[in-house]
């Protein structure tokens, strides 16, 4: 008929994935008319998270949340999903998941330093005959100089961070996140110079405390130590998530 106006929807949406067990982000394509249930299912092949134990959020492509996506007879469309928002999966299980990442109970093969220094054909052979990697002076001495330079900036940069700082946290590969300095100086589980986030949103690793050592406090999930350089301190008002609202 004339003067009608037809709009057309894609049903497929392409949407980042990000989880509680991992820093890893990926991308899938999701038809908008599968139930919440079947997403998970799908979910569950991506991030390893049982369905049954997973609790998923919403986030906007500038990754503000919007809410949580909590009916599993719901439709996928029905959500707020745009291409590139991102679908954040949190793991209920108690952490029976993330023993599949627990390597520490496979029995390892170990080679002592002195046995390995007589195998002929070895890469560490190898690069001495060529001259190479830590073998070569010239390079060695250049790769010091650099690693100090590095970490002359980490300290620099430390030391313009201070404790109670609103800042934003922008690590290569991962998601821009929000937060506050818990922490700014040495530690124990690594050498240089780091700093202890408190982060708005679960999408930490630890709750402040790492290799039993206490640095800061906050909820578990919330914390993480990142290198200064990765830090930007400023006016980063905390994100009003709508969690009062009815």
């Known amino acids: 008929m004339d003067g009608e106006v037809t709009v057309v929807t894609n049903p497929f949406v392409n949407v980042r994935i990000t989880s509680s067990l991992s820093s890893f982000e990926n991308r899938r394509r999701f038809n908008k008319r599968i139930t919440i249930a079947e997403l998970k299912m799908l979910l569950e092949m991506n991030v390893g998270v049982p369905a049954s134990s997973m609790d998923l959020e919403i986030f906007s492509t500038t990754d503000r949340f919007l809410q949580k996506i909590d009916n599993n007879e719901a439709l996928f469309g029905s959500y707020p999903v745009?291409?590139?928002?991102?679908?954040?999966?949190?793991?209920?299980?108690?952490?029976?998941?993330?023993?599949?990442?627990?390597?520490?109970?496979?029995?390892?093969?170990?080679?002592?330093?002195?046995?390995?220094?007589?195998?002929?054909?070895?890469?560490?052979?190898?690069?001495?005959?060529?001259?190479?990697?830590?073998?070569?002076?010239?390079?060695?001495?250049?790769?010091?100089?650099?690693?100090?330079?590095?970490?002359?900036?980490?300290?620099?940069?430390?030391?313009?961070?201070?404790?109670?700082?609103?800042?934003?946290?922008?690590?290569?590969?991962?998601?821009?996140?929000?937060?506050?300095?818990?922490?700014?100086?040495?530690?124990?589980?690594?050498?240089g110079h780091w700093v202890g986030v408190k982060y708005d949103e679960p999408l930490g690793k630890h709750n402040g405390t790492v290799q039993g050592k206490q640095y800061f406090e906050c909820q578990d999930k919330y914390g993480a130590f990142v290198k200064p350089l990765n830090v930007t301190v400023g006016d980063f008002p905390e994100e009003d998530y709508g969690l009062d609202e009815i």
């Open 82 to 191: 745009d291409d590139e928002c991102r679908i954040h999966v949190i793991d209920r299980s108690g952490g029976q998941t993330s023993e599949l990442f627990d390597d520490s109970k496979v029995e390892k093969f170990e080679l002592s330093d002195e046995a390995y220094e007589q195998r002929k054909e070895s890469v560490r052979s190898f690069l001495k005959k060529q001259n190479l990697g830590r073998f070569n002076e010239e390079e060695a001495t250049k790769k010091k100089a650099e690693l100090t330079i590095r970490e002359e900036q980490q300290k620099t940069a430390a030391e313009a961070i201070s404790v109670g700082s609103r800042c934003k946290v922008e690590v290569p590969g991962q998601p821009t996140k929000l937060g506050t300095v818990m922490y700014v100086g040495t530690t124990e589980f690594k050498s």
